[in-house]
């Protein structure tokens, strides 16, 4: 018996996680269009198969829904994946020899920008200086990025080139380190790094358009099938960019826009109306109310351990938090706020619960990112409140566990990326990358949600390991219920968006070190082949 709508795709495997069970089972999906047609056993997808449907049977390979990475920066991650990264740099020396190299390859390039370096992995700790630079690339402009991404170092080039000098003020929430003397060192802090990155970031539409298809290529050869992109400074520039690659049929992933709570409240609900297809949407507000734990911005309850006079600094004052939450919850806005200390979490909570207060409670999705350390008393106020939690577990193996404990201290330390801690109260985790904090393949942040490895090659509190399948769902069904998609994406089952992943191992049957090795095979966004490894077609037996 033949079906009326003949499937263009069928794709089975002894093992696809569906992410309705904890479970991989065996499965065929038959895909009509854009949506999954079916999900059930061989015999009862058969009846989809037509004769121009491409069928793929993937033995015990994985299968699983699309990746979507709730949190990260589209354009400036693509800038910096193809800028020189400085992880691996253990001394400044080190640091400064790597971007040699870079830009010695590189002679036609103006920017020479990176991203990596961290001060807390050298001897010494101490922050680099301008003069490392100037020493080995005195005549080109250099932006490099802190690990974290909340401050730069730049050499002597660049500050000219900048014009910030002894008699430059410090931007509101924004540091420029100087020396004794009063002349800047090369570190620039939090949003005086805008000084420098709006020059960097002025780029022609062609190039633009480039990094956007580097960008949408890189996604699909992960896995990634949708993405938040949240507000970076000046982000909403690209976002006539990515509207343009949707009516064009280019977006292969999905696309779901933050800009700044700081906007007018007019131009936010402007963007609401214009962005509203399927591919790419408008989601909601993002804010940041604290810094990083390495600067000693992220803003704690109580001083930081190895530094009595500071607590961090804030971005808005509690009652400017309150009142811009108030106002945009008012109008219906889902809010994001970057909140990495106990006392950053603390506001966004109140300034969440202010809103119920004044607004009444509805299914708003508020969301607070990163939540990198938590004050006990405010873990079950996420659950009471309906508060989302985003994290990304790969930042964790990143910060220099010593330097990191050192910073919070003692007291704070049991409470660090305490994701399975808010899991078990009822919240929904959504995992992302924080791309270009680090890489956007997804098995980074899989792997270490689950082992909880860190920077010293132990797990860090294993009490906050979470399962494989629990993994998979926050980084695939969470991040769909916290885009208000859970109708639509998040898992393999008939009528949703045809949105799936094929690794080349099944994940269930392996040891956790191997997800770091696996790779995807076959990437599908809304219907489409948009990835396939090298010998897909071969490999996968084709009727």
Known sequence: MSHTNQADIILSSNAVFTGAGDKPIPASIAIVDNKIAAVGTKEEVEVFKGPDTKI??????????????????????????????????????????MVKQYADERPDEEWII????????????????????DRVIPDRLVLLYHAEMHYAWVNSKTLAYCNIDRDTENPPYGFINKDDNGEPTGILYEKATRLVDQKAYDFSKDKEKELMEKFLKLSASVGVTSVNDMYGDNNEKYYELFKEFDEKGQLTTRVHIFPSIDFEMERLKQYRKDYASDKLQFSGLKGFIDGVITSRTAYLVGPYADDPETSGELVYTPEEIKKK??????????IRFHAIGDGAVRLALDAFEEAQKANGKRD?????????????????????????????????????RKTYTARIGKEKEPFVFPINTLKSTGVTVGLGTDFP???????????????????????????????????????????????????????????????????????FEVRPEEILETKVKLTISDGQVVYDSEHTFEEAKTY
């Open 56 to 97: 793929y049977d993937y033995a015990d390979q994985l299968i699983v829904p699309g990746f979507h990475d709730f949190h990260l920066h589209l354009i400036m991650g693509t800038i910096l994946e193809n800028g020189v990264n400085l992880s691996e740099a253990r001394s400044e020396e080190e640091a400064v020899q």
């Open 114 to 133: 990176g991203v990596g370096w961290d001060a807390g992995y050298w001897e010494g700790k101490q922050l680099p200086d301008k003069s490392s630079l």
């Open 325 to 334: 939450v108030v106002e945009a919850d008012k109008e219906g806005f889902r």
């Open 364 to 400: 708003s999705r508020h969301t607070i990112e990163h939540v990198e350390i938590i004050q006990e008393d405010d873990i079950p106020r996420f659950s009471e409140l309906g508060v989302l939690a985003s994290m990304q577990p790969e930042l964790m193996a990143q910060s220099e």
């Open 437 to 507: 904090v680090a890489a956007l393949n997804p098995m980074l942040e899989i792997y270490r949600a689950v082992t909880r490895i860190s920077s010293d090659g132990r797990p860090w509190h294993v009490h906050e390991c979470i399962s494989l399948a629990e993994a998979l769902k926050d980084y695939t069904k969470s991040p769909a219920y916290g885009t208000f998609r859970e109708n639509e994406l998040g898992t393999l089952e008939a009528g949703k968006l045809a949105d799936i992943v094929v690794l080349d191992r099944n994940l």
